[in-house]
DNA sequence: CGCGGCTTTGATGTTCATCAAGTAAAGTGG
DNA sequence: CCACTTTACTTGATGAACATCAAAGCCGCG
């Protein structure tokens, strides 16, 4: 697709179907990649939305900054996800903020641009609707599905989230601190790391520092089902 | 507004401004009301979704039905909101249920045709996205209130979202079970009603069964607040 | 090298779910 | 309309699950 000059962007093939080429190009010629170092923020909550945003490579956090202190991860978001989420079709302002967990580069887009190509195509709008609404659908379900559970269903849950949706492997480099696996499903650090001893105790993993292997998928399967 | 025979439809107002009166009429031609009784199913999890719906009248709660008999309320709704929401546009079935808490009336209106003025019509799709956007920006963002708060404060939080939201008095007739506040905030039952008791006891609140007077709103605040 | 953040383990107490048992209220069928 | 069943509500006792506090080792980074 020489209409833009980005060769691997997947918007097009994701929800820009039915695009003309013409419109590709417009916002194509507007966009803007950043790279982010991993512990960079990306968005700092109460921060103007201004741009749409789309991550290409990487990994983020999304989380919310409250009072005491205590953050609260909303969900993480892997290439191809979407950045802006909530509220930015509804607010002025960020409600989160947005940080990379690993080292990762955006796709910005003006929101003006989008809104102006939604109001004059209605199925790009809709296809944006559909995008949208899965999102939303999948943090809010994905919310419920932790909050039914009790401690090491969560981090059984956690665990199998990272390897099927993330890494595909039964081995891989735990892209977050303890701590964040805390702030993700609600608990605290002590605990995360107490249940993770005891999953290694019982040889359902292995760990090395930050790279876990599971070596039980089954019984972690079946804590993450019924505790 | 004679185009449409629903006198008091407020639709019109609030996201159909960018529509006009031939599309208003074309949509409302093929509208239908349906009243609930109180614990009436609306709609049940798993049923295609055919009907986009809004709540005219009443309260609804949507929840999800897990396999071990237990229900989690995802959120309520009352006039004004949609009761579509979660994978209306993403799905083609619904992945929860919603039932009417209070005698209730929605307007249904064919996604077939909601889909086809937002395909026509760019500025309908766009205020459609920031309603939709708005609700899931609300549940998301009140199920991670809840989650940060220990027991006492989520009773209190509930107690303050009836109030503020729903009945806008310090007296009101609580329209859930105690067993369904538990399946909203994520406790059992009778932790609700032990801390009911309590609030009772410390002259915060009185009860008459179903009814609750908020007699020291400072100090339910500030339990909702800091625990 | 030393500081700060992350990790780990243990001890302790609080919070909360579970079980049990009884009362009240509300719907059901004769 | 009343006996009957079911569902909602309430209280207490108990133990499990979990947070908190404390202390120490580890690791990366300036």
């Known amino acids: 697709m020489d209409v833009c000059n980005c ?41 103007a939305i201004d741009d749409f945003m789309y991550l290409k490579s990487g990994l983020v956090k999304l989380y919310i900054h409250n009072d005491d202190e205590r953050e609260q991860i909303i969900s993480f978001a892997k290439p191809k996800d979407f950045v802006s989420i909530l509220s930015i079709f509804s607010g002025n302002n960020y409600t989160y903020s947005v940080k990379a967990v690993q080292d990762s580069v955006t796709c910005n887009i003006k929101m003006s641009e989008i809104r102006h190509l939604a109001e004059t195509n209605g199925k790009f709008g809709l296809s944006l609707l559909q995008r949208m609404s899965k999102v939303s659908d999948k943090i809010i379900l994905e919310s419920l599905e932790v909050r039914k559970r009790k401690l090491n269903g969560r981090v059984a849950y956690i665990l199998l989230f990272f390897k099927e949706h993330i890494f595909n492997s039964n081995e891989f480099e735990l892209p977050v601190s303890r701590k964040e696996i805390a702030e993700y499903i609600g608990m605290t650090t002590e605990n995360v790391i107490r249940t993770l001893t005891e999953f290694r105790k019982d040889k359902i993993i292995k760990i090395y520092g930050k790279v876990i292997e599971i070596c039980n998928l089954e019984r972690l399967e079946s804590i993450s089902k019924h505790g």
């Open 7 to 47: 060769n691997i962007c997947e918007l097009k093939d994701m929800f820009f179907e039915n695009v003309s080429k013409d419109e590709i190009k417009y916002l194509c010629s507007s966009k803007v990649e950043i790279p982010y170092k991993k512990g960079d923020f990306i968005i700092e909550q109460g921060s």
